[in-house]
């Protein structure tokens, strides 16, 4: 027990010789990168698998595609296959017809030799192939395009006017001396008690009076003021110096100008990973849109996701192409910016 | 992007010179704020009254004008039971099912994933190479949305998943006959780890709920505790070793000490978090089989939104007794990030 509790909290290698409790440390890390990725990576190299390759118990890791070959007298390739007993053992042909135990072949230099062999007699070849073909479905058979702009035009319009608004309160709670600040601050400090779970009801009436019902816009409004970001702005706006206000102020700036101006571009470190919080709050929003968002003309990327699932249970070739879609924007934000994240999400407290 | 901005912000300007004129420049305040002030009495202080008005009021009807008070028939009913202790006792059998199942779900995943946050956390504190690199690795799934996340793990435990495929390889090992050769000797069945259907089982569903969940937020509470963890000044170690202080003796009585506020705020956090519990688990299970990974969120939609008919006040009364336990533990939390400001 004692051994176990010093890997955990030893905190430099002796020596420049790794102790025992390093190589558990970086064991443990090994296995988490197994567990962290390993699922999503098993999703990613099923969705280039065929259907029939879908199917397969037990699965193989890499997608395996039959070999197939152009034969001449025939218009689509055909498959290709090892005979494995009989006259034609370990040769190699291609099938043209097949009814229930029988198949019929051909050698793919001699197309008119019809020859009918079992199906068992028969083994695909294959090789490792990545199908396209869940993807190409996708856009041809679903209005995927659509729930993708849905999803993007909420993600954008939420953000920038949740971004404006949040940072015109950050600017006046940081910057101006008046009356009725302290309340306000605790007003806003007040509705941090008041996640969107708890007023759904309320929130849906208001919502439909408005006639927001099964609109995007229904989706942006409601979340557009968040005390997260307030916060988080105010509490970098309020380390600006106020004597680049005074000096503008003198060259007769209008206090918006000043706001937009100057307050803005210098609070851009803060405003970033605000943005990229917002981007994923709204991207992955769930409940919300799955009560506004009726139609499915009007779905978001996730709602169309969760309801493709329930009505196509065995339906995994698309739901799978579709699920990847749906992560890979997710996937580049955190390559190229996991970094501000982590220390975004360390400073603010999550949502 | 700037091109569509400035003229924007240009016209905003106009209104904007004419109030300060009229309001001077400390007052011109009230006019940033208006926008947000507007949003939050809208979106959240409006609602916070109004779902008063539903959890007191009966029928079908979402517009006000048409609920009949009832009173507090929609509480009484849903607070009603025979024996506490027992859902189907009670008169809302669902909503106690989905406050024990909530319970139930909070206390083992809040304690498992602070387990594995923390102890993630201890080990990337230590002297680790590519520390950035790892911090993210467990930072990954807490970006992917609850949906991604459902799926993602539905793919890995469909009955002919990949997992059950494992296993069937691992039941022809001899691993598997040892462990049941176990099992039987203390007098239990045989071990059979062949096509578990794990999500339409009822307890193997909540097994994973918890386990997705747990791997889902790891990572958020993990970048936590480890900026806890580095906040501890190096010399306070460094003067322990001097004292030849054993590890173990320094984990004790130095770090989990320091970092106890650290732990506390993560704790509260993760109940807030873990109490909303539903996307995921949603997506994932659908609340099934029956209502073995029913929440209360859950029956706080269906109720409102999912079921006919719509029965918006007991859903809003079900949300009411919800705020109430999050409002006490939001403002354990604010105390708490109070108290850390301060001292």
């Known amino acids: 027990m004692a051994s176990l509790w010093s890997m955990l909290t030893a905190t430099r290698g002796r020596n420049g010789r790794l102790h025992w409790t390093d190589w558990a440390s970086y064991a443990y890390l090994t296995f988490g990168i197994l567990l962290m990725f390993g699922p999503v990576v098993w999703l990613v190299v099923s969705s280039f698998k065929t259907p029939n390759e879908l199917d397969r118990f037990p699965p193989r890791f890499l997608p395996y595609v039959q070999e197939t070959v152009e034969v001449e007298g025939f218009s689509d390739p055909l498959q290709v296959y090892t005979v494995t007993e009989g006259d034609l053992a370990g040769e190699h042909v291609a099938q043209t017809r097949r009814a229930g135990t029988r198949a019929e072949v051909v050698r793919p230099d001699a197309p008119d030799d019809r020859i009918r062999l079992r199906t068992d007699q028969l083994q695909a070849v294959e090789r490792v192939g990545f199908t396209t073909s869940n993807y190409t479905e996708l856009f041809e058979r679903f209005t995927f395009f659509r729930y993708l702009f849905n999803s993007t035009f909420i993600t954008v319009m939420a953000t920038l006017i949740m971004l404006l608004v949040n940072s015109m309160a950050a600017f006046a709670l940081s910057k101006y001396e008046f009356r009725g600040r302290t309340p306000v601050l605790l007003l806003i400090i007040a509705t941090l008690m008041i996640p969107q779970t708890v007023v759904l009801v309320p929130l849906y009436l208001l919502v439909t009076q408005m006639g927001l019902y099964n609109s995007l816009w229904g989706v942006i409004i409601p979340g557009a003021a968040t005390p997260t970001g307030v916060f988080l702005l105010r509490q970098y706006m309020v380390t600006i110096p106020d004597e680049i206000l005074d000096a503008a102020r003198m060259d007769k700036a209008s206090e918006w100008k000043i706001f937009w101006r100057i307050i803005l571009p210098l609070s851009a470190p803060a405003i970033a990973v605000l943005a990229i919080l917002a981007i994923m709050w709204r991207w992955n929003d769930f409940l919300w849109p799955l009560i506004v968002l009726s139609e499915n003309e009007k779905f978001t990327l996730q709602i169309a996701l969760f309801s493709f699932q329930g009505e196509f249970q065995t339906n995994w070739p698309n739901l799978l192409a579709m699920t990847v879609l749906t992560l890979l924007p997710i996937a580049c934000v955190f390559m190229f910016l996991q970094k501000y994240i982590a220390t975004g999400i360390a400073s603010t407290g999550g949502k | 992007m700037l091109r569509v901005i400035t003229p924007v912000m240009n016209l905003i300007e106009i209104p904007f010179r004419g109030a300060q004129r009229m309001l001077g420049v400390p007052l011109i305040a009230w006019v940033f704020l208006v926008p947000n002030i507007l949003l939050f009495g809208l979106f959240?202080?409006?609602?916070?009254?109004?779902?008063?008005?539903?959890?007191?009021?009966?029928?079908?009807?979402?517009?006000?004008?048409?609920?009949?008070?009832?009173?507090?028939?929609?509480?009484?009913?849903?607070?009603?039971?025979?024996?506490?202790?027992?859902?189907?006792?009670?008169?809302?059998?669902?909503?106690?099912?989905?406050?024990?199942?909530?319970?139930?779900?909070?206390?083992?995943?809040?304690?498992?994933?602070?387990?594995?946050?923390?102890?993630?956390?201890?080990?990337?504190?230590?002297?680790?190479?590519?520390?950035?690199?790892?911090?993210?690795?467990?930072?990954?799934?807490?970006?992917?949305?609850?949906?991604?996340?459902?799926?993602?793990?539905?793919?890995?435990?469909?009955?002919?998943?990949?997992?059950?495929?494992?296993?069937?390889?691992?039941?022809?090992?001899?691993?598997?006959?040892?462990?049941?050769?176990?099992?039987?000797?203390?007098?239990?069945?045989?071990?059979?780890?062949?096509?578990?259907?794990?999500?339409?089982?009822?307890?193997?569903?909540?097994?994973?709920?918890?386990?997705?969940?747990?791997?889902?937020?790891?990572?958020?509470?993990?970048?936590?505790?480890?900026?806890?963890?580095?906040?501890?000044?190096?010399?306070?170690?460094?003067?322990?070793?001097?004292?030849?202080?054993?590890?173990?003796?320094?984990?004790?009585?130095?770090?989990?000490?320091?970092?106890?506020?650290?732990?506390?705020?993560?704790?509260?956090?993760?109940?807030?978090?873990?109490?909303?519990?539903?996307?995921?688990?949603?997506?994932?299970?659908?609340?099934?089989?029956?209502?073995?990974?029913?929440?209360?969120?859950?029956?706080?939609?269906?109720?409102?939104?999912?079921?006919?008919?719509?029965?918006?006040?007991?859903?809003?009364?079900?949300?009411?007794?919800?705020?109430?336990?999050?409002?006490?533990?939001?403002?354990?939390?604010?105390?708490?990030?109070?108290?850390?400001?301060?001292?």
């Not at chain 2, 106690?96 to 080990?123: D, E, K, P, S």
Request: some cysteine; glycine content about 8%.
């Open chain 2, 44 to 343: 959240a202080f409006l609602p916070v009254i109004l779902n008063f008005v539903y959890g007191l009021t009966g029928g079908t009807n979402v517009l006000l004008a048409d609920r009949p008070y009832i009173g507090a028939q929609n509480f009484n009913y849903l607070l009603s039971c025979d024996n506490h202790f027992d859902p189907n006792t009670c008169r809302d059998d669902k909503f106690w099912r989905a406050v024990y199942n909530t319970t139930l779900f909070v206390t083992l995943q809040v304690g498992f994933m602070i387990a594995f946050a923390l102890t993630t956390a201890l080990i990337l504190n230590r002297d680790i190479r590519a520390r950035g690199f790892f911090r993210s690795v467990f930072f990954f799934p807490v970006l992917l949305s609850p949906v991604v996340v459902a799926l993602v793990w539905k793919w890995i435990l469909q009955r002919e998943g990949i997992l059950n495929a494992f296993l069937d390889w691992l039941n022809q090992t001899w691993l598997i006959a040892a462990l049941s050769g176990v099992t039987t000797a203390l007098g239990g069945e045989a071990l059979d780890v062949r096509g578990i259907s794990w999500i339409t089982d009822a307890d193997w569903a909540f097994f994973w709920s918890v386990f997705i969940s747990v791997w889902a937020h790891m990572g958020f509470y993990t970048l936590i505790l480890l900026a806890g963890l580095q906040a501890i000044p190096r010399d306070v170690y460094e003067a322990a070793t001097m004292d030849g202080a054993s590890a173990w003796r320094t984990l004790r009585r130095i770090t989990l000490p320091l970092l106890a506020p650290t732990m506390l705020v993560v704790l509260i956090l993760a109940l807030i978090k873990g109490v909303q519990t539903f996307d995921e688990v949603y997506a994932f299970t659908g609340g099934g089989p029956g209502t073995a990974t029913t929440f209360i969120i859950q029956y706080i939609y269906e109720e409102g939104f999912a079921g006919q008919p719509r029965l918006y006040g007991l859903s809003a009364a079900a949300s009411i007794l919800l705020a109430v336990v999050l409002v006490v533990l939001t403002a354990i939390q604010l105390w708490l990030n109070r108290r850390s400001v301060d001292g």
